[in-house]
């Protein structure tokens, strides 16, 4: 194709923050590009005058002419009139002409608005309030997508996976919103760059930091406090941002707890828990097409209850009991990033990463007797751990020959370290009565490789595909497992401007979590693929329409997944195992199928922003082991799924928000019958009252629904803004289930009876900037 080429970054015009996803349209041609995780874009045009624009969401679309090759980088201006048009329709990427479906992009302002418990904003909470993503109970971040599991979706923070993303049980996750730039979720349809996991990539992106100006964020709320400093190293060419976030429930219970041990005789007890975590990023350009970044994560969860009880006698002797108990949990990850621009049309990003999930819990016990002067103790304490290193590589490149022609390609590398489970134990009698040993599995390595390349491209005027291949291969222990996975999406331009639109996906996945199905806990474990345990495999198709209506995107999704591979434990099992039992002996592995209908209506612009979500699905597994080989529902099997968002500006001080929510109950096992058997005895018979389950997941608990509400009060001064939040979870008190068990009446009927955690939440939080 003759003709030339414009190439550049589109930035924020005051911060210098790369807008990831905008939009650059040549009107007279009625093709465009947008711009990569970079802000890069390139576009080839023909020869001759042409006039640009660059537009993205919630800022001022700005107008370039063009007439031979250079290099263009563009800076736009945030909107900040009330009801200012912010961006051009015409300008901005309809969802229709995009070949990738089942992808949804939220704007993180628009996450900020919405109503949350305790006051403090969450991510995946939001995400939970999307079609065909389900939630792991009440309060809880799990994501159930499609019919997967939590251990199904890669969680990428600035392109590095982390293995947990949970603080406080899964109450909250670790991502802290005011250091966040964008994120977006994947559900099907994926690209070929993308791999190992079977049903969901999510996509967050940190901020780089103010090129220009030192900004502080500051947030005061029921649960944490969090600060976020951001500023130049050196004006216009390099910058930091800095972000931690700690709560102080432990800080504020300390009074009270030594308030109950000062009126206690002898007993202390001194429960703790906290969670922290720490985001920081180094952004350097080191010239015009060459740019450095250095990316670091760390959060940590601890938990422990120590008590202590001391009996005195009259002559002064005395026995002094200890236990203590606890847990921890903790995420690091590192990552340097090198973008380069080889030429206006090829652009590639080489990354070096090192990411690492940690788990212990333990327990000491301990007595102290002093007699007649004399004083021995006895000590014992075990210790839990387990958890996953991975130091890798990736090099990435994106070739745009054309507008409506782009090539990716790649190649990457990853060294898996598994700690599944080792437990220490120490006991101190006596100089006769000593134990130090270290039991459990051991620890794995394993060696992970994959290459892609993908090519989308336009046929005419109404056709658009990405066809694609991602080949991985695993090497653990004498096993070597080889997968290619073709990708193919299509999308057919209607004659009313709609698009009709088709995926094929094929995804494996090596690392697997054991979990047991409840409360997203921290005793879950990463284990690897082996040569007896094969890697998990799905296959996805999905069709759907999609069109826009002015600033409203709707979106008709329809998908079939098969799954094999799938992970659980045997009946019975759970994380700690036996003293010397290998957990490969306590799992099973089957088969899973999930289908399902989504509606998602979205606005993202305006004075009222939002969206409705509706999901009809089904989602079933089998294991030979479990059920007598039957097919079962899944815990998270709901019928039904209906989310309604609104975020609205009244004026420039005060914005309001809603969610609401509906969905059909958690699938549960529960016992049908109880019968009394003997145990034979020397002495005198014994009896043991036995539970006879139902079939698995056989029960619903209670439908499940609640709506949140929120205010915010915004002062802007010359220095800087104030906010105000005020917030209501759960705002007509509905107490949903969180657990439920079986009971049985005076009259010998038995009864279901529901437990719910969550009331009415009411909270509130301060936020300053400057």
């Known amino acids: 194709m003759s003709g030339y080429t414009v190439s550049g970054v589109l930035r924020d015009g005051r911060s210098g923050e790369t807008l990831l996803g905008a939009t650059v349209w040549c009107d007279d041609l009625a093709t465009g590009v947008s711009t990569n995780n970079f802000g890069f874009y390139s576009l080839t045009l023909p020869e001759g005058q042409h006039e640009l624009t660059f537009s993205f969401i919630g800022y001022q679309p700005k107008q370039h002419t063009v007439n031979g090759t250079k290099r263009l980088d563009v800076k736009l201006n945030a909107g900040v009139a009330l009801g200012e048009a912010v961006v051009a329709t015409g300008a901005a990427r309809k969802l229709e002409e995009q070949v990738q479906m089942s992808r949804i992009e939220v704007p993180i302002d628009q996450i900020r608005a919405l109503p949350a418990i305790g006051g403090e904003v969450d991510l995946l909470k939001a995400l939970q309030w999307l079609p065909g993503v389900q939630s792991g109970g009440e309060g809880t971040t799990g994501l159930y997508v499609r019919g997967g599991s939590p251990d199904q979706n890669l969680m990428l923070l600035d392109g590095v996976p982390l293995y947990n993303v949970n603080h406080l049980f899964g109450f909250f996750s670790v991502f802290n919103a005011d250091a966040v730039k964008s994120m977006s979720l994947t559900k099907g349809g994926f690209p070929a760059r993308f791999g190992g996991r079977l049903s969901s990539i999510l996509e967050v992106n940190l901020k780089d930091g103010h090129m220009s100006e030192y900004h502080i964020d500051g947030t005061v709320s029921l649960i944490a406090s969090k600060v976020t400093v951001e500023g130049p190293l050196v004006k216009d060419k390099a910058s930091f941002m800095l972000s931690g976030r700690r709560t102080y429930i432990d800080l504020l219970a300390k009074p009270l707890i030594w308030a109950l041990n000062a009126t206690s005789d002898g007993f202390r007890t001194d429960p703790a828990y906290f969670f922290q975590d720490f985001n920081g990023k180094i952004h350097w350009r080191l010239g015009e097409r060459d740019r450095l970044y250095f990316s670091a994560f760390n959060s940590l969860d601890d938990f422990g209850i120590a008590t202590s009880d001391r009996t005195t006698e009259d002559n002064g002797d005395y026995t002094e009991t200890q236990a203590d108990l606890g847990l921890d949990w903790r995420n690091a990850i590192q990552a340097i990033r090198w973008a380069h621009e080889w030429g206006p049309r090829l652009f590639s990003n080489t990354t070096l990463l090192r990411t690492r999930y940690r788990f212990n819990t333990g327990a000491e016990l301990g007595e102290e007797r002093s007699e007649g002067g004399n004083v021995t103790s006895e000590r014992f304490a075990a210790l839990y751990r387990s958890g996953i290193t991975d130091l890798g590589a990736r090099h990435d490149f994106e070739f745009t020959p054309r507008p409506e022609h782009v ?364």
């Open 407 to 770: 090539v990716r390609f790649g190649a990457s590398y990853t060294r898996h370290a598994f700690e599944p489970g080792a437990t220490s134990l120490q006991l101190e009698a006596s100089e006769e009565n000593r134990l130090d040993t270290l039991l459990g599995s051991t620890p794995i390595g394993s060696n992970e490789w994959f290459a892609y390349a993908e090519d989308e491209w336009e046929i005419g005027e109404h056709v658009k595909v990405n066809l694609g291949a991602h080949g991985a291969v695993l090497a653990v222990g004498g096993e070597r497992y080889a997968s290619l996975q073709p990708r193919l999406a299509c999308s057919f331009i209607l004659p009313d401007r709609s698009a009709i639109k088709l995926s094929f996906a094929q995804m494996a996945q090596f690392v697997n979590l054991l979990t047991n199905e409840g409360l997203s806990l921290p005793t879950d474990l990463w284990v690897p693929s082996t040569e007896r345990i094969r890697p998990q495999q799905s296959t996805q198709y999905a069709a759907g329409w999609a069109r826009t209506y002015g600033d409203w995107e709707v979106s008709l999704e329809g998908y079939y997944k098969d799954m094999d591979g799938l992970l659980s434990y045997k009946e019975g099992a759970s994380f700690v195992f036996g003293l010397e039992s290998d957990w490969q002996d306590q799992v099973v592995q089957g088969e899973g199928r999930s289908y399902g209908f989504e509606v998602f209506v979205q606005r993202k612009v305006g004075d009222t922003k939002g969206w409705i979500g509706y999901t009809l699905s089904k989602t079933e597994r089998r294991f030979d082991d479990l059920n007598s080989g039957r097919w079962f529902p899944f815990t998270y099997d709901r019928r039904h799924d209906v989310s309604l968002v609104v975020t609205h500006m009244f004026d420039e001080a005060w914005t309001g928000s809603l969610a609401w929510v509906f969905g059909t109950g958690r699938a549960l096992t529960l016992p049908e019958s109880v019968y009394t058997t003997f145990l034979p005895s020397t002495t005198w018979p014994l009896t043991l009252e036995v539970e006879v389950p139902s079939e698995r997941n056989a029960y619903r608990m209670s439908p499940y629904h609640r709506l949140d509400l929120s205010m915010t009060r915004t002062l802007v001064g010359d220095k800087g803004s104030r906010q105000l939040v005020l917030s209501i979870y759960n705002a007509y008190n509905n107490l949903n289930p969180f657990f439920a068990q079986t009971s049985v009446q005076d009259d010998g009927t038995p009864v279901i009876r529901e437990y719910g955690i969550f009331p009415i939440i009411p909270s509130v939080s301060w936020r300053v900037t400057f």
